[in-house]
Every structure is written in C-alpha cells, then in structure tokens.
C-alpha cells in the first residue's frame, strides 16, 4: 500500500516571496515605515510651529501653548490612525497571499500525488481483461482512496473506511488511520436503525455531516455505536449511474472536525472510487 506524503516533505514556498517572484515586506519593514510616518510629521508640525513664532512671536501663556499642543494633537492623530490602518490592510494582504501560496503547493500535491495515481488504477481496472486482476486492481484502488481521505481530510487521528455494499449489506472493504478497526455491519434488519438509515444513505445517492455526535439532536441513523471512539464524522455514498456500491466514510475523535471543503474532498474521492468499481457490464 501507499501512503500520501505528509506536507513536511514537500518543498515548502519561500514565505518571504509573493506569486511572481514579488518579496513579501517583512513586518520590521512596515513599522520602521510607521516610524517614519509619525517622524514626518513631527516635523510639519514643527515647522508650522517654527514659521507662526517667525510671523507671530512666540506665545508666552499657557492658551497659547495650550492651542499648539492641541493643534499638534489634532494633525498627529489622524494620520496616526490612517497608517495604523495602512498598516493593517497590508498585513491582511500579505496573509491572503502566503495563504494563496500554501493553498497552491496544497492543490499541486493533492493532483499530483494522489489524484493522479488513483485516476491511474481506474483506468487499468476497466483496461484489464482477467476478472482476477481486475478485482486486485480494485482491492489496491479501495486501499489508495481511504488512504487520500485520511491525509486529506483536517481531522486530527482521522479515519477513514470504505464500506462495500454486497449482498444487501455493508461490511468494511479497507480502512485506513487510527488503530482501532471498523467492526459494524450495516443490515436492512428491523432492528439494526443505523444499518437502515445507512443503506437509505446509499440508495439515494445522498450524504451525513455531523459535527458531534454527542451534542444533541442527531439525524435519524447518526448513533454511534457503544463504545465508538469518534466525535464527528462524514458518510457519502459510494455510486456509478444506478449501481450502488457502498458508502465512504471519515471519523475523527474530536467534534468539528471536517467542514465542506472536508465533504468535497469525499464527494471527489467517492467519484472515482465508484467509476474504479462499477461493473463495466
């Protein structure tokens, strides 16, 4: 089996340079340009100052020293809270840009080194003409997606599991993650609720998003099993045309741990999993 290369071994994007090859200002950069701001400035006003006392005389009450101090007061302020907020814009820019950095390198690795050897093993599946090497380049393609899910997904100790539909029931086909192995078994039996509501879930092509499973009202079908060691978890239903064949799932231990970004990496994986698996006949 394979595993996706954690990020740490992929060479990271110069955080220093933006896209283009444009360096990224470092923060000592903007506040000595801050600095240089309000020295500007203390300046103006005391040539201001400097060119009244020529025309005027210097002022010799505390009004009028009072009026100076206020006068450099109302100059000073202002434009101190306009480069406060320059300053702040273009740190909020340079974030969005090391964040399009990181969102790039992270595009490249999940099309480079997992899409594309996943969409390889589909294509040799149908391309094969021995059922039993096809079933094995099936049994390698289960094996990949689960693992792609697990990395990919941002669920700390995520787990993830492909449940095969046969027979009218769903057991564990391959699991990749924490230690501890799927043991369910999803019946259409009338006392097995969660095992109906799941082979629904696959029925109609449909998906599950819970955040936590112990934080209140669930949907029908959400109840972990006794003992489950996790919190939240996605379900997305494994299909190609009308063939139904499973369900797609990832857990993790904590609550909150996947969002929609989460359910459109399973949406994709379950895509090819289900055009790997379906019977060309």
């Not at 434009?79 to 399009?100: M, N």
């Not at 899409?115 to 021995?130: D, F, K, S």
């Not at 689960?146 to 669920?155: F, K």
Request: hydrophobic share 40%.
């Amino acid at each position: 089996m394979s595993s996706t290369p954690p990020l740490a071994d992929q060479p990271s994007p110069d955080i220093g340079a933006a896209p283009g090859g444009t360096l990224v200002e470092p923060a000592t950069g903007r506040r000595s340009r801050l600095r240089t701001y309000l020295v500007i400035e203390a300046c103006a006003v005391a040539l201001g100052y400097g060119v009244a006392v020529l025309r005027e005389g210097a002022t010799a009450t505390a009004a009028g020293w009072g009026l100076v101090v206020a006068g450099a007061v109302a100059v000073a302020v202002p434009l101190w809270i306009k480069s406060r907020r320059e300053l702040r814009q273009e740190t909020e820019a340079r974030s969005a840009e090391l964040l399009a950095i990181e969102t790039d390198a992270k595009l490249r690795l999940v099309v480079g080194d997992v899409v594309t050897p996943i969409a390889e093993v589909v294509g040799r599946v149908h391309q094969t003409p021995g059922q039993g090497d096809r079933e094995s380049l099936r049994g390698q393609l289960k094996q990949l997606v689960v693992e792609a899910v697990a990395n990919l997904c941002d669920g700390e100790r995520a787990r993830a599991i492909f449940f095969e539909l046969q027979r009218g029931e769903m057991r564990a086909a391959a699991w990749f993650g924490r230690g501890d192995p799927p043991a369910t078994v999803f019946t259409d039996d009338p006392d097995d609720r969660r095992g109906q509501e799941a082979l629904l879930l696959v029925r109609f092509h449909d998906y599950l998003l819970v955040d936590d499973v112990r934080g209140g009202e669930l949907p029908r079908g959400a109840e972990p099993r006794p003992g489950a060691s996790y919190r939240s978890f996605i379900s997305i239903s494994v299909f190609c045309g009308e063939q139904n064949l499973g369900m797609l799932s990832v857990d993790a231990p904590e609550p909150h741990a996947f969002d929609e970004t989460d359910l459109n990496v399973m949406r994709a994986m379950a895509q090819l999993l289900g055009a790997g698996l379906v019977d060309r006949r």
